[in-house]
């Protein structure tokens, strides 16, 4: 019986994550940052916990960190 190779598997490097608080239900909402958006991003999205929509700006430093703000839509 021959072995089979064993393949490597491809290293991803850590998706930045930034974290806020939602206005209405008081909940910190971790959020994954996508970095090849920019280093300035704003859309608006949903609160997982309680569904207001939230007005996210994210800014990701030069070292790779990610901050963000969150506030009612």
């Known amino acids: 019986m021959k072995k089979r190779p064993r393949r490597r598997r491809a290293r991803r490097e850590a998706q930045p994550e930034a974290s806020y608080v939602c206005d209405s239900c008081g909940e910190e909402i971790v959020v994954p940052v996508d970095v090849s958006a920019g280093c300035a991003q704003d859309y608006v999205e949903d609160c997982p916990v309680c569904c207001h929509p939230m ?4 800014t990701i430093d030069e070292d790779g960190s990610a901050r963000i703000e969150g506030e009612h839509e």
């Open 55 to 58: 007005r996210l700006q994210v």
